[in-house]
């Protein structure tokens, strides 16, 4: 089954750029890579999705090596509201299951 | 917008009772998923449904059934409600059937409390 590992947790500070890495060493060729947010008694968000090399949107940038073996979630310039969980999340069980990682806590201070 | 809708956002309950969680989403999508969320343990997938009336086991199925008798509605049901399911549920749902490199939309959760 493939795996995703993210680091627990990170501190950074408001208008700084956080960098988040995703290990998935397992990912299949069919895959999609998705980052979700996740703010305290919500659910989920979805942010981004890539396959390969990098994605843009207004929220974040997501590069992808040619391995695809990891991912990098970049937030630029964040903010206090940017504090949250981000889940790297990738196909997983021979195609039929959404499996989450245990998600990076961001926190954000001034 | 999509919006996924769980029946109750605060729930507590004996242990032995049986447990209903309701969720309706109004986009039309063909696939549902429960999720339970645990500190330390982020989310994990307990049932899926690709189609009504179709069900799949996710990574922690045991202790819980689903229910999909209409397309909008996917069901999570404790037969017998025991303390180390008190945790927080996730209800999503997503299109493009039987692909799975989709957007999931989440309802805001349950909070589940079993005493």
């Known amino acids: 089954l493939a795996k995703t590992t993210q680091p627990i947790s990170m501190d950074s500070y408001e208008g700084q750029e956080v960098n988040i890495t995703c290990s998935h060493n397992n990912i299949a060729t069919n895959d999609y890579i998705t980052w979700y947010q996740q703010f305290p008694s919500q659910g989920p968000r979805f942010i981004i999705q890539g396959y390969k090399t990098k994605v843009t949107n207004e929220v974040a940038s997501l590069f992808i090596p040619a391995d695809r073996k990891s991912s990098t979630l970049s937030l630029p310039r964040v903010s206090l509201s940017d504090t949250a969980v981000y889940y790297c999340l990738v196909l997983t069980g021979g195609g039929n299951k959404l499996t989450f990682g245990t998600g990076t806590q961001l926190k954000v201070e001034l | 917008d999509v919006k996924v809708t769980q029946s109750s956002r605060y729930l507590v309950k004996r242990t032995g009772e049986k447990v209903f969680l309701e969720c309706v989403q109004d986009?039309?999508?063909?696939?549902m998923f429960w999720y339970r969320q645990d500190p330390g343990l982020g989310l994990r997938l307990i049932y899926f449904s690709y189609d009504v009336k179709m069900k799949e086991k996710g990574d922690i199925p045991e202790g819980y059934s689903v229910s999909r008798e209409k397309k909008e509605r996917f069901s999570l049901i404790l037969e017998s409600a025991s303390t180390n399911q008190t945790s927080m549920y996730l209800c999503?749902?997503?299109?493009?059937?039987?692909?799975?490199?989709?957007?999931?939309?989440f309802g805001s959760g349950t909070q589940l409390s079993v005493l």
């Open positions: 999503a749902s997503s299109s493009l059937p039987g692909q799975f490199n989709e957007k999931l939309f």
């Open positions: 986009m039309d999508h063909e696939n």
